[in-house]
């Protein structure tokens, strides 16, 4: 797998290729196939090996949530939402099934069933020692506004901290006149 992170699409694939030739029953190598294919926004040839993966592979929800993703981006809302439905059935309390399931609900227009999911994520969302990706910080922050959900989320304060240090640690703070001719500081935030 790492010539993904070199973002070698090709030695990536005929790397993994070969590999499913050689052991034509391996879950892990028809799973990494779709990841692969993922990454590189081939979503039919994802969803093929995926399925494989799935076929060897049926209680794996990992799996269920990256073929919903493939479904998505496919436009086949019906089927990826039984796919989450699936994975969240087998690994309940793994948040970023419950973040992407909301994220692909709010992108169908469902923002009911989506501000539940996102609940969900909420529920089970905890800050770990040490390391949280940032993406899944990232796209919280921008979903739960977005769904007008979220007042006692516990990444909440982990993104209010960033964003407190990255504004004090930014020189960018400029005044302006008030109306009343007294100057008031004026934050790059405040101007969004």
């Not at 973002?7 to 005929?14: C, D, E, T």
């Not at 989506?114 to 089970?124: L, R, T, V």
């Not at 007008?148 to 990444?155: K, R």
């Amino acid at each position: 797998m790492g010539w993904i992170a070199l973002k070698l699409r090709i030695a990536a694939i005929s790397c993994l290729k070969r590999a499913s030739y050689l052991a034509p029953f391996e879950w892990k190598i028809a799973y990494n196939l779709g990841l692969v294919h993922l990454t590189f926004k081939q979503y039919a040839s994802a969803f093929h090996f995926l399925k494989a993966a799935l076929t060897l592979r049926p209680r794996n929800g990992q799996i269920f949530m990256l073929l919903a993703v493939a479904l998505t981006h496919l436009d086949d809302v019906e089927t990826a939402r039984k796919a989450y439905d699936q994975a969240i059935a087998l690994e309940s309390k793994n948040p970023t099934f419950h973040l992407n399931y909301s994220l692909a609900l709010y992108k169908a227009g469902d923002r009911r069933a989506a501000s539940q999911q996102f609940k969900s994520f909420e529920e089970n969302f905890t800050v770990q020692q040490g390391e949280v990706d940032p993406e899944i910080l990232s796209v919280s922050s921008r979903l739960g506004p977005a769904l007008q959900v979220g007042e006692d989320l516990v990444w909440r304060q982990t993104v209010a901290a960033a964003d407190d240090d990255r504004i004090r640690n930014s020189p960018k703070e400029r005044s302006t006149e008030g109306t009343q001719g007294k100057r008031k500081p004026v934050t790059a935030a405040a101007q969004c």
